[in-house]
């Protein structure tokens, strides 16, 4: 590949190195040149672009990152279509996620134009969650460097998704007059969520004496009913002959730990009796905060037995504590039966675009008045009246009069400077300002008069029902409209969207699930013009009486 500065003349059939706008002529980083694009360039009075030239034997961006998806065939794990010469790979079922450092090494020496980013080994994932990353630096890479990555990225073991299997756990909780019965009960609720989420059941506790004796004998019992068997003490371990560990012993199953190189998680027994594990898990458990006991709990769930070394090779990366980063990714609001009790969904209210449709005599469409209020109040209003958490306004085009309008009303203002590149900046910017609590964000045109709060609390009712990991779209019949609400593994992939894309981009990459959710003709009417807004009953700007 030939990179650098040509003259006009030698561009055409090129690839352009950097993106270009001329007036409304916008090419894209990575475009093809064409004759009609060089004579616009040189109307611009440009002489020279940067570009790319293939040689033989050269593979494009897009074909090098696709190629290389296609060659990690990998059960669980789906390839999103490349884009800017990269493929994000996303999990179809919760799992582990497993890696072999010394294979995605060697993949990386091979050509530092082709890489491969994953998570970290025995990462506990949900499905539609991004896990990998396969990205070409330059705009072509060698077909020599390609074929050896391709063969690489093969190899069994680079990186693999084990799907949890659900299980029937036990619970025994220890008493003694120091615990509260509502540390207990919270206790449970916590591991009813955490199990949850590899569809595995808390199928009964049992709360007896703090004693090895009494422990002993539930293990012995549930040991026969039950896959897993979870212990929480009223006091903490503090001796391998301590009252959970000499349960084990007395119950005739084995200890395989007691202690673990992690932070919160110290205080962990790991046992069995017969082929049912046993975990005393460490008090930090009884808080949704990370710590020792998901990770063990994890390997668990995803058919791994892990072993006294295993444990003791957890200390680097164990130090949990204090990580901000790291802010209660255990905590769900899904219930036993799956649906999360409470989906917290913020709106982005996207009302940045030029509105060029109107034409100049018509004003702003979003500054028209339905029933005495501007649309774009209105639409505010609607989002405040659901049962969405926070509202976030992008603004852009016309942002002073905009956000004038929506003057003493409780949203979040942000501003696209970008606005003109299109939708998927805008989209970016609203998800950027989103709370990082947010289970998913409920993207909202600004030019749909006719929905109201029912409609996008329906919306939201559905995304809380499948668990927060499906899209959720409204539609008319059979014909798909807006809104749409994107779980929040969908929002690293959107944040490279860019260009006049929005939504529709993550729903055809076909990685997460959609759920069409019927609201009626009011997924479907925008008022994309003067005669739009007046047939919906509305003013246009430019036809207010003033004064």
């Avoid at 205080?267 to 017969?274: A, D, K, P, R, W």
Wanted: proline fraction near 5%; charge should be negative.
């Amino acid at each position: 590949m030939k990179f650098g500065p040509v003259a006009l003349l030698e561009a055409e059939g090129a690839v352009l190195a950097h993106s270009l706008a001329l007036g409304r002529m916008r090419l894209k980083k990575g475009h093809v040149l064409t004759a009609d694009n060089l004579e616009q360039i040189r109307q611009g009075g440009i002489d020279t672009v940067i570009v790319a030239r293939l040689e033989a034997g050269d593979v494009g961006e897009d074909a090098s990152a696709e190629a290389l998806s296609r060659a990690f065939s990998v059960p669980g794990i789906r390839a999103a279509n490349a884009s800017t010469g990269r493929v994000n790979l996303h999990t179809d079922c919760a799992g582990l996620f497993r890696a072999d450092k010394g294979l995605v090494n060697a993949f990386n020496a091979i050509d530092p134009a082709i890489t491969f980013a994953c998570l970290a080994d025995h990462t506990a994932v949900q499905a539609g969650e991004m896990v990998a990353t396969i990205k070409i630096i330059p705009l072509a890479v060698t077909g020599n460097s390609l074929d050896r990555a391709k063969a690489a990225i093969a190899a069994p073991g680079l990186a693999h998704l084990l799907p949890f299997r659900p299980v029937r756990a036990g619970l025994i909780s220890t008493v003694l007059p120091s615990l509260k019965a509502s540390v207990m009960d919270k206790t449970r609720g916590l591991l009813v969520a955490r199990l949850a989420l590899s569809g595995s059941s808390l199928a009964e506790e049992r709360r007896v004496a703090h004693d090895a004796d009494a422990v002993a004998g539930e293990i012995v019992r549930m040991a026969s009913v039950h896959e897993m068997i979870i212990v929480f003490g009223a006091s903490a371990v503090t001796d391998p002959q301590d009252v959970i560990p000499a349960a084990i012993w007395k119950a005739g199953g084995h200890v395989e730990r007691v202690g673990m190189p992690v932070d919160p998680g110290n205080l962990l027994v790991l046992g069995s009796v017969g082929a049912v594990p046993v975990i005393g898990a460490p008090g930090c458990a009884r808080s949704p905060k990370e710590n020792g006991f998901d990770w063990v709990l994890a390997r668990i769930l995803a058919g791994e037995t892990p072993t006294s070394m295993d444990i003791a090779r957890m200390g680097v990366g164990g130090l949990l504590k204090e990580i901000p980063t790291r802010p209660q990714p255990r905590q769900t609001n899904a219930s036993a039966s799956g649906r999360m009790a409470r989906a917290s969904v913020g709106v982005v209210l996207l009302a940045a675009g030029r509105a060029s449709r109107m034409g100049e005599q018509a004003g702003h469409k979003l500054l028209a008045e339905f029933d005495g209020e501007t649309l774009i109040r209105r639409m505010a209003g609607t989002a405040l009246s659901s049962k969405a958490a926070e509202t976030v306004v992008v603004t852009g085009h016309r942002s002073a009069d905009i956000e004038a309008s929506l003057k003493g009303l409780d949203v979040s203002l942000v501003h696209n400077g970008d606005y003109e590149t299109g939708m998927a900046s805008s989209l970016k910017t609203g998800l950027a300002a989103l709370g990082s609590e947010c289970d998913g964000a409920l993207v909202l045109l600004g030019d749909m008069p006719a929905l109201t709060a029912a409609h996008l609390d329906r919306l939201i009712e559905a995304f809380a029902d499948h668990r927060g990991r499906a899209i959720v779209r409204a539609c008319d019949g059979e014909r798909r409209g807006n809104p749409v609400i994107l779980p929040a593994s969908t929002f690293a992939e959107a944040m490279e969207l860019t260009g006049d894309v929005g939504a529709r981009a993550l729903i055809e990459s076909g990685v997460w699930p959609v759920i069409d959710v019927e609201i009626g003709a009011a997924a479907r009417l925008d008022v994309d013009t003067p005669e739009a807004v007046r047939e919906a009953g509305g003013v246009t700007e430019n036809t207010l009486p003033t004064g």
